[in-house]
C-alpha cells in the first residue's frame, strides 16, 4: 500500500487543496481530495487486469470550483431535497437555502462540496486512506447546531473502498451524509452506462412528484420499471421511466447493520461493484441532467454517462413523519459506513 499527497492547486480565496493518491497491491489506484472531501479518480483492473478509469471527474481543481454535478463530492449536511427548504424542529421553523427553487438540494448554495477539509492521511495492516474534517458553524446554509463532521476513505488490499461518515452536534439537526460518485465500469471514454447490469436488494421504492420530492408513498417496486431485484439493464426500461431514473429505493431489512445493497456489472470489461451500506435508502441516479460537460482527457460527459449509487436516508424525511428519522440530537452520534467491492466476472 503506497500513500502520496501532493498540491491540487488553491482556492480563489488562497487555500491549498491537498490530493492523495493511494494504491492497493492489486493495482487499484484511490485519489482523494480535500475540496469537497471528494473522490477524484478510481482506477480498477478488468478481467485481462488492465486497470482503467471508472468514475466521472475532472483533471484541474478550477472545474471543480466551478458549476459541476456534484462529481465525487461528500454531500451534506443533508443530501438529496428538502420540500420548501424548510422543517421544523420541535417549535422551530428552520429556514434553508432554495437552490434548486423551490427546493432546498444536497446542502444548499454551499453545501459540504464546496468547503475545504483538514485532511490527515492513515496506514493501516491491508490498507491505508484519509480521514477528512471539517465543523460545520450554527445556521451553515441555514442549518441548526454546530456540527463536527468527518469522512473517511479507506482503500483496502480486499479491493473495497470504504466510506465512513461522523458527525457530533450541539444541537437537533438533520444529517444525511452520501457520496455522489458517477460510476462508469466500462470507462468513461466508452459510452453510456444503459448496458450495465444492475441488481438492487430493494423490495419498494419511494415514488416522487414531478418536482423530485417524494410523495410520501412506499411502493412495491413489482411489476414496474423500479423492479432490480434480479439484475437487468439499465437501460432495459428506462423509456418508461420519465427523465429517467432519479428514486431512492428502500433497502430490505438486514440481519446485520452492514448489509449488501447493489450490485453493478459492465459485461464487456468484466468488471463489477458490490454496494454495502448501514444506510436505509438508496438514490439511483442516471446521469440524466450530464448535457456535454468536457472532464478529463477530453472526454465528453452526455446523458446517461454515470449512474450514482447514493446510500443516504430518505429525500425529504424531516418533513415525513412515516419515514425513518434523519434528526441528529445532542449526546448521539452519526455514523454510517458504505462499503464499494471490486470484482470481475
Known amino acids: 500500500m503506497t ?16 490530493k492523495f493518491t493511494i494504491t492497493n497491491q492489486n493495482r487499484i489506484t ?4 480535500s475540496y469537497g472531501a471528494s473522490l477524484l479518480s478510481l482506477k480498477v483492473p478488468d478481467r485481462d487486469k488492465k486497470p482503467g478509469e471508472v468514475t466521472l471527474g475532472f483533471a484541474q481543481l478550477e472545474q471543480y470550483l466551478g458549476e459541476h454535478p456534484y462529481f465525487g463530492s461528500t454531500v451534506g449536511r443533508f443530501a438529496n431535497r428538502i420540500e420548501n427548504g424548510q ?3 420541535g417549535p422551530r421553523k428552520v429556514h434553508l437555502q432554495k437552490n434548486e427553487p423551490p427546493n432546498h438540494l444536497h446542502g444548499g448554495v454551499k453545501g459540504f462540496n464546496r468547503h475545504v477539509w483538514t485532511a490527515e492521511a492513515f496506514a493501516l495492516y491491508g490498507g491505508g486512506g484519509v480521514t477528512f474534517s ?9 442549518y441548526p447546531g454546530k456540527l463536527q463532521v468527518s469522512v473517511t476513505y479507506t482503500l483496502t488490499d480486499q479491493n473495497e473502498v470504504v466510506i465512513d461518515y461522523y458527525a457530533k452536534t450541539n444541537r437537533a ?6 457520496n455522489h460518485t458517477y460510476w462508469n465500469l466500462a ?6 452506462v444503459l448496458n450495465h447490469d444492475l441488481q438492487l436488494s430493494c423490495d419498494q421504492f419511494l415514488p ?7 410523495t410520501g408513498e412506499i411502493i412495491d417496486v413489482a411489476g414496474t420499471p423500479m423492479d432490480f431485484r434480479k439484475s437487468k439493464r439499465l437501460g432495459a426500461e428506462i423509456q418508461h421511466v420519465r427523465g429517467g431514473y432519479d428514486h431512492c429505493f428502500v433497502v430490505n431489512e438486514r440481519r446485520e447493520p452492514l448489509a449488501p445493497v447493489a450490485m453493478l456489472w459492465d459485461r464487456k470489461s468484466g468488471r463489477a461493484m458490490e454496494v454495502l451500506s448501514t444506510k436505509p435508502g438508496v438514490q439511483v441516479y442516471t446521469g440524466n441532467k450530464l448535457d456535454g460537460i468536457p472532464g478529463r482527457n477530453g ?4 446523458k446517461y454517462s454515470g449512474v450514482c449509487l447514493e446510500t443516504q436516508h430518505f429525500p425529504n424525511a424531516v418533513n415525513e413523519p412515516t419515514f425513518p428519522s434523519c434528526i441528529l440530537k445532542p449526546r448521539d452520534e452519526y455514523r454510517h459506513q458504505t462499503v464499494y467491492r471490486f470484482l470481475t466476472r
Open 208 to 214: 416522487v412528484r414531478d418536482d423530485s420530492i417524494p
Open 187 to 192: 470507462g468513461p471514454e466508452n459510452g453510456s
Open 3 to 18: 500513500i502520496t499527497k501532493t498540491e491540487f492547486g488553491t482556492t480563489p480565496e488562497n487555500v491549498t487543496v491537498e
Open 134 to 142: 471539517r465543523v460545520s458553524a450554527h445556521n451553515e446554509e441555514g
Open 87 to 89: 422543517f421544523s424542529v
Open 30 to 33: 484511490m485519489e482523494v481530495m
Open 173 to 178: 439537526t438533520p444529517v444525511n451524509l452520501t
Open 299 to 302: 472526454i465528453i460527459f452526455k
